[in-house]
C-alpha cells in the first residue's frame, strides 16, 4: 500500500514564525498536492506538483510556498505564520489517472 | 464559477438499508469523477473513480453512478453498517490539471 507521511501530527506555532510541514511518499508518484481543510470551507489546494522541482499554484497560495527537490519529498512553508493560517493541513500523492492517497493531517494552531 | 454541490445535510439511516449521496456540479465538465470518505481527523481515503465515458462502476457494496448530461453522481452504499458511518466527499476532476472537492455529506448509519 502506498504510505503519505506527514512529519508532524499537531503542530503549534507563533504568529511571524516560519513553519515547515513535511510530506513524503513510497511508491514514486509524480503528483504531490498540499490542501488545507477548514470546517465549512472544506478541502482547498494550496499548491500541488507534477515533478521534481516543478510546482503549480493552487487556490490559494498566498502566504505559503512549496519546495519539491526529490520526487518523494513535497514541503509546505509558511513564511510568516499567522492564526488565519490555522487548519488541518493535508498533503496527497497520486500515480497519473489514479486516486489520491493523503497522508492523516497536520493539525496546524497558530497562536 | 466552478461549484461543487453535496447535501449539507447528514444522512441518518437504519442499518442494512441502502444510502445514496448526491454530487451535483456546474461550470465544467470534468473527464472523471472521484468519491473519497473521510473519518473524523483523518486524511481522506479513495473509493471509487468513475470516467466521464462510464455510466455506472461497482466495488463491494459501493456504486457510483455519473450522469454528465444531468451533472450529477450518485453514490450508493447497499446493506450499509454502522462501520461506513463518516463523511463522504465528492471530487471531480478539471481540466486544469486539479480536484476540486465538494464539502462531504455526513452518513451515520444506526444498528
Known amino acids: 500500500d502506498v504510505k503519505v507521511t506527514q512529519s508532524s501530527r499537531y503542530l503549534v506555532k507563533r504568529t511571524g514564525e516560519k513553519v515547515f510541514l513535511e510530506c513524503v511518499q513510497d511508491m514514486d508518484h509524480e503528483n504531490m498536492f498540499w490542501y488545507r481543510q477548514d470546517p465549512g470551507l472544506g478541502l482547498r489546494l494550496i499548491y500541488f506538483s507534477y515533478d521534481v522541482k516543478m510546482k503549480e499554484k493552487g487556490d490559494i497560495p498566498e502566504g505559503y510556498s512549496v519546495s519539491r527537490e526529490k520526487k518523494e519529498r513535497f514541503s509546505l512553508i509558511l513564511e510568516s505564520a499567522s492564526t488565519n493560517q490555522t487548519s488541518m493541513y493535508l498533503c496527497?500523492?497520486?500515480?497519473?489517472?489514479?486516486?489520491?492517497?493523503f497522508g492523516s493531517g497536520t493539525r496546524l494552531t497558530v497562536v | 464559477s466552478q461549484k461543487i454541490e453535496q447535501n449539507s445535510e447528514a444522512l441518518n439511516i437504519q442499518e442494512g438499508k441502502t444510502a445514496t449521496l448526491t454530487c451535483n456540479y456546474t461550470?465544467?465538465?470534468?473527464?472523471?469523477l472521484q468519491w473519497y470518505r473521510q473519518d473524523p481527523g483523518r486524511g481522506p481515503v479513495f473509493l471509487l473513480l468513475?470516467?466521464?465515458?462510464?455510466k455506472e462502476k461497482r466495488k463491494e457494496r459501493l456504486k457510483v453512478t455519473f450522469d454528465t448530461t444531468l451533472k450529477q453522481s450518485l453514490f450508493h452504499i447497499t446493506a450499509s453498517q454502522p462501520a461506513d458511518s463518516a463523511t463522504y466527499l465528492c471530487a471531480p476532476y478539471n481540466q486544469g490539471g486539479k480536484l476540486i472537492f465538494g464539502q462531504g455529506t455526513e452518513l451515520s448509519v444506526k444498528p
Open positions: 496527497a500523492s497520486r500515480k497519473q489517472g489514479d486516486g489520491y492517497t
Open positions: 461550470n465544467y465538465s470534468p473527464a472523471y
Open positions: 468513475i470516467r466521464e465515458n462510464e
